[in-house]
């Protein structure tokens, strides 16, 4: 799948733990293709999700076209990308803040066959983007570790820059506080994969709320 098409991406952190599979199948049905799953390991952030046992029973029980987008909020992710990426990750993801070893862990992480993000916190700025080759650029804009936080208007500037730093060739992904309204904010600011997952799983109609937020995002 190539990296420069749109995308929202519904993370299933907000969504039935114990129905994960049907839950995602519901938002494949209404035309998701990245699935964005978020690892918290109560180290890097407070809470504790999921590991690569998971991402396999995902992997393995979703269709193929199902882009498996990895966010990994750990400590030394080196130690553990390989393992994501045998469980079936398309992508993976690190912090610049979790590890000194960013170049030698996106290198491990196309090594496994899986696409190489990179990731910064909201008090963090874009610049380690340029020093390192990437697949795709995340900007969180709520800081990391929960669902359902207000998004960070502050953050769309660094979109702009991230983008003008980065040229159109690379992702520009967003997470957090992504709704219609700010996901149409972000596509003006040039990010182009969009994660929400409040705004779909906790709503009524994950369907309908996923196209709303794809139509404002200009997917
Ligand atoms: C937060 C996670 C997000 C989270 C976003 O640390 O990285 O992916 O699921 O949740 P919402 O869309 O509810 O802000
Ligand atoms: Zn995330």
Redesign the pocket.
């Given at each position: 799948m190539p990296l420069t098409e749109r995308h929202v991406a519904p993370?299933i952190?907000?969504a039935d733990f114990a129905d994960l599979s049907a839950k995602v199948r519901e938002v494949m049905d209404a035309g998701a293709r990245v699935i964005?799953c978020?690892v918290?390991d109560g180290h890097f952030?407070p809470p504790i999700t999921f590991g690569p046992m998971v991402v396999s029973a995902l992997r393995d029980s979703l269709p193929d076209e199902a882009y498996l987008d990895v966010?990994l909020?750990i400590e030394s992710p080196e130690k553990h990308v390989a393992e994501f990426a045998k469980a079936g990750a398309d992508g993976i993801t690190i912090h610049v803040e979790s590890t000194p070893h960013i170049d030698y862990t996106l290198s491990a992480i196309r090594e496994g066959g899986a696409k190489a993000g990179l990731v910064v916190c909201p008090g963090t700025p874009p610049d380690h983007f340029a020093e390192v080759d990437l697949d795709l650029a995340l900007i969180?804009t709520?800081?990391?570790?929960?669902?359902?936080?207000a998004?960070l208007r502050n953050q769309l500037d660094k979109v702009r820059r991230a983008r003008a730093l980065l040229g159109e060739g690379v992702a520009i992904e967003v997470?957090?506080?992504?709704n219609p309204e700010t996901a149409a904010e972000c596509a003006e600011a040039g990010a182009t994969w969009f994660?929400?997952?409040?705004?779909?799983f906790?709503s009524d109609d994950p369907a309908a709320r996923f196209r709303e937020i794809a139509s404002a995002a200009g997917c």
């Open positions: 993370s952190l907000s964005h978020d918290m952030v966010h909020m969180m709520v800081n990391p570790g929960w669902g359902g936080q998004f997470d957090g506080g992504v994660v929400a997952g409040s705004a779909i906790k």
